[in-house]
């Protein structure tokens, strides 16, 4: 028995050898091809970024499955940074040096992402980050699977402007303390200021992250809506959304006088969160649970086997969502680019991924921009139904392209559509 | 609209079949109108919605309310109403079973749900439940369309309740506004004056606009004067409203600072044992508060499960602080260094502990049915019952406190022991039990914050580290050693909080009122209140 699997390894090597000929990385690695997860497990961001680091292992055992990559199989290596953002950049390190992964799939929340980007550029590791964002960056070593401003918030504020999305004539900026939503409230601002908006009618508010009394702003929500028609535009992010939500139920703000869009709620965000007061707010996003779509029904059942099998937390509930779809995409695309190239080496994955497509859960076949690293993905709006799931009553003729530098930020029409190789310097 | 449309051949058959399935009759309703409903786009689907309020049979109010439920779908061309697992034909009211499996739901938009909720509150209105019109009057107040104006008429003649009669007139008054003729816009911009919803003010506000040429846009001064009174009066209740609101809130926020430092007022304040782990003695209380609300999940008592969990939380975190004293703490007394060392390495342990058990995500306490929803007391401030069932608990928490600290033989040994630890030794008090005791009931108070704060804020194992420093913060403030500081500091810093919140933003206060603690504390190290006597200099 000893000796035929000695001579079985030996066969493999040969082959990974083959395979990789000319390509180091894949020597150093042996039989397996390490895979960073980069998401918070506990803390505050916990509630959102679990189940990322979920849906992973759930790609990396379903590619393991199907005989791995370039004949290896993938092997996860989780770590949990703790919702907090130096600790981030620490394990990134970890990551790159220590067990030196040939790509991470991690972070949620922008600051995350700013406090690993240095890593990842100094060591040329290769990041792939599956929420929407503000955009304002363009590195050479992350590839954003999520949504650009104009492929979430732009869409969001232009339908509730529209007379079927109530005509909004008033709004209220509201979100959490930190870059993602005070870039996108800059880019928003100017954005209602080209369609006429006056500043008099734009109310920007923050909290910190894990604020948990919403009682002064809903109240001060009601007063400024007392003005005229308002939407609501939260960045809120986090487990703070659960008392947010709590608020706007018991005081009783419905949806059909001040409706609330969300860009960073999901379905996950929303359980456990009695929907019906909500019936109406909204949330935009490029992927809900409730698109009727086949590819959607047999991710949802397969995400549904897999939380039983892992006994996973809510595996009674199975939910998924659009960051969720946005790192399945990103594995999967990365997996194609791995095998076009041959090599998993970062250079050369970052070659192979332009142009790379993939029949994603939303029912839409998202293409990889050739240059600016980011996918073109179709927008949805759907409102919060009793069950907690979304309607979606909104969405675009087709996959719209990525504008990570957004026209209404000033400065950013000389700014390249693609890595400029500097190393990106964040105010 | 009014009436049955004639000579419709789809409505024809739709009869024909209705009176073949001897059907009643009053479901006889157009079957171009429910398609519009179901299939047509926005706009389509608020133009049936006004036919529908125009023939005003109950068969279209109960299609009306079909659909603002939620329970219409489509299966294929044909158009169902369905409850459960029982479903009619929306246009025939003939019974369909089985279900067609391909049903689909019908999709509505706020915009179309607001007309739809205005649509069935109209129909209501002449519903003969007086707790239904006022439900109905209240809907439209503010959500009216011009069309409903004779309907509001026709149930203003018969409606005999006063409340709901008022808020009638103001809707009658706004949608006259804009319609009526000179006399019943004067007498609507008077009648406004009287109305308590915030809404109103951008209404009159729009009698009073300039256009740009300087020009009043409402050309008659004499409803330009009565809109600026009405205005004025009307901005008057609202400023109170506002006060209020602010009022509540502070003393919302008070009341939640309170309880989360009552415990440590005891473990800190009376006994000096500088407890790091109060936070998690917070947080056991809350699962605690979580594993009871899951025990009754299952039953018909799940509204009554809070009545367990205070007790359960008192006993959980109390036998934790009781087992973490008389292990612990008690081989510290006099050591406030290696006490804060100790107490905080427990209180890591105590979140890895949770942690490894429930997991590290938060986990979901629903709030019994009685405490979601609010009350409206004053215009547009509508307090939230979760929050006044908090208040009204930290009041009786610090009743039970003050009894058995002032009223008992355990509370008097308490002060004895705090005061001077030797004589009551002398007098035959056996400390070394009373301290127990008295850690006990300091972490028991912390497990009902813990069960409180489970109602309002996410439980996960971090719940605690969020709460210590405002424990602190508050203790620290109020005076160490006294009760009724923590009570003033608590409600102090609430009172601050909000107004600041309510100025500058909830970040600028969380910082502004730092900093004041911090000066406050330079200027004043003892606290508002400090205690005077010998046993402070031991």
């Known amino acids: ?427 | 609209m009014k009436g049955p449309p004639l000579a419709a051949p789809s409505y024809m058959r739709t009869l024909l079949f209705g009176l073949w399935l001897a059907a009643s009759s009053a479901f006889a309703l157009d079957a171009a109108t429910i398609d519009k409903l179901a299939f047509g786009d926005g706009d389509e689907k608020i133009a049936a919605i006004a036919a529908l309020v125009a023939e005003g049979d109950p068969a279209a109010a109960a299609l009306l309310q079909a659909a603002a439920d939620g329970e219409l779908q489509t299966s294929g061309k044909r158009v169902l109403i369905v409850k459960g697992e029982e479903g009619v034909d929306a246009a025939t009211g003939a019974k369909v079973s089985p279900l067609p499996a391909d049903r689909e739901d019908v999709i509505l938009n706020n915009r179309v749900r607001r007309e739809l909720g205005g649509a069935v509150a109209a129909l209501k209105l002449i519903s003969p439940d007086s707790a239904a019109r006022l439900a109905a009057a209240k809907e439209l107040s503010g959500n009216a369309d011009a069309a409903m104006l004779p309907l509001i008429k026709k149930a203003l003649a018969r409606e005999t309740d006063t409340e709901v009669k008022q808020l009638l007139e103001l809707t009658q008054a706004t949608l006259e506004l804009k319609t009526g003729t000179r006399e019943s816009r004067l007498g609507a911009v008077r009648t406004l004056g009287l109305s308590t919803n915030p809404n109103t003010k951008m209404l009159l506000l729009g009698l009073l606009e300039k256009s740009k040429e300087g020009s009043f846009t409402e050309p008659d001064e004499d409803i330009r004067i009565e809109a600026q009174k009405s205005l004025r009066a009307l901005e008057g209740r609202l400023a109170w409203g506002e006060r209020a609101g602010v009022l509540f809130t502070s003393v919302s926020l008070g009341s939640i600072l309170l309880l989360a430092a009552l415990g440590l007022a005891i473990t800190y304040g009376l006994m000096g044992v500088i407890n790091m782990a109060h936070g998690e003695l917070i947080m056991v209380g809350a699962y605690t508060t979580y594993v009871v609300q899951n025990l009754f999940r299952r039953t018909a008592f799940f509204d009554w499960y809070p009545l367990a969990a205070v007790p359960a939380a008192f006993l959980v975190a109390a036998l934790v602080g009781m087992a973490l004293e008389r292990l612990v703490i008690r081989w510290l007394y006099g050591r406030p260094l290696e006490t804060l060392l100790a107490t905080w390495g427990i209180s890591l342990m105590l979140i890895q502990t949770v942690r490894t058990i429930f997991g590290a995500a938060n986990v979901q306490v629903e709030n019994p049915s009685f405490m979601s929803g609010g009350i409206e007391l004053f215009t547009g401030v509508v307090m939230p019952w979760s929050r006044i069932y908090i208040i009204a608990f930290a009041a009786f928490v610090l009743f039970l406190m003050y009894v058995l600290l002032n009223k008992t033989r355990l509370g008097l040994y308490v002060r004895g022991v705090t005061q001077n630890r030797e004589m009551a030794s002398c007098v035959g008090v056996p400390t070394a039990r009373v301290d127990t005791w008295a850690f006990g009931l300091g972490s028991g108070i912390a497990g009902l914050a813990g069960c409180a704060l489970s109602q309002i804020d996410n439980v996960g194992p971090n719940l605690g580290q969020s709460y210590i420093v405002d424990s602190f913060m508050v203790v620290v403030l109020g005076g160490v050693g006294q009760l009724a500081g923590t009570v003033y500091a608590a409600l102090g810093l609430g009172f601050a909080n909000k107004l600041l919140e309510a100025w500058q933003g909830a970040v600028l206060a969380k910082i502004a009122v730092l900093v004041f603690i911090i000066f406050f504390i330079q200027k004043r190290p003892q606290g508002m209140f400090a205690l005077k006597g010998r046993a402070l200099d031991s």
Not at chain 1, 77 to 98: G, I
Not at chain 1, 167 to 182: E, F, H, I, Q, S
Not at chain 1, 371 to 390: S, T
């Open chain 1, 1 to 427: 028995m000893k000796r035929r699997i000695f001579i079985k390894q030996l066969a493999m090597s040969a082959a990974v050898a083959a395979i990789g000929f000319g390509s180091s990385s894949l020597y150093a690695q042996g039989k397996t091809i390490k895979v960073g997860v980069l998401h918070s497990l506990s803390g505050t961001m916990a509630i959102s970024e679990t189940v990322l680091k979920d849906v992973t292992l759930m790609a990396i055992e379903d590619i393991n499955a199907k005989g791995g990559v370039l004949g290896m199989k993938l092997e996860a290596v989780v770590v949990d940074p703790a919702s907090n953002w130096p600790l981030f950049a620490e394990k990134a390190r970890q990551l790159l040096t220590q067990d030196k992964v040939a790509v991470t799939f991690g972070c949620w929340t922008s600051v995350s992402r700013k406090s690993v980007l240095p890593v990842f550029e100094e060591l040329n590791g290769l990041l792939f980050y599956p929420v929407q964002y503000e955009g304002e960056e363009l590195s050479k070593n992350v590839f954003y699977t999520g949504a650009a401003p104009n492929q979430q918030a732009i869409p969001a504020v232009e339908y509730l402007m529209s007379k079927e999305g109530g005509a909004a004539k008033r709004w209220v900026l509201l979100g959490t303390d930190y870059v993602y939503p005070r870039t996108t409230n800059k880019i928003l601002r100017a954005f209602l200021k080209s369609k006429g908006v006056a500043d008099k009618d734009i109310d920007e508010k923050y909290t910190p992250f894990g604020h948990s009394d919403y009682q002064t702003i809903v109240a001060d929500v009601k007063k400024f809506a007392a003005g005229g028609k308002t939407a609501v535009v939260s960045t809120i992010n986090g487990d703070s959304n659960v008392p947010f939500y709590k608020e706007l139920g018991n005081q009783g703000l419905k949806a059909t006088d001040v409706p609330v869009v969300a860009f960073s709620v999901g379905e996950e965000e929303l359980r456990g969160v009695d929907t019906k007061p909500l019936v109406g707010h909204l949330a935009a996003w490029n992927y809900f649970m409730s698109i009727k779509d086949p590819t959607n029904d047999a991710w949802k059942k397969q995400w549904a086997a897999y939380a039983k099998k892992k006994k996973l937390a809510g595996a009674d509930k199975p939910l998924t969502n659009d960051p969720m779809e946005a790192a399945w995409i990103g594995i999967h695309m990365w997996k194609q680019a791995v095998e076009k190239a041959k090599s998993t080496d970062t250079d050369k994955v970052i070659a192979a991924m332009g142009g790379q497509t993939f029949k994603a859960p939303s029912g839409i076949t998202s293409t990889m921009d050739p240059k600016n690293h980011h996918l073109h993905k179709a927008v949805f709006i759907g409102e919060v139904q009793a069950n907690g799931q979304f309607n979606v009553v909104w969405k675009t003729k087709g996959p719209v392209k990525a504008q990570p530098w957004s026209p209404f930020i000033a400065g950013n029409d000389k700014k390249k559509d693609e890595p400029d190789g500097k190393t990106i310097i964040t105010k």
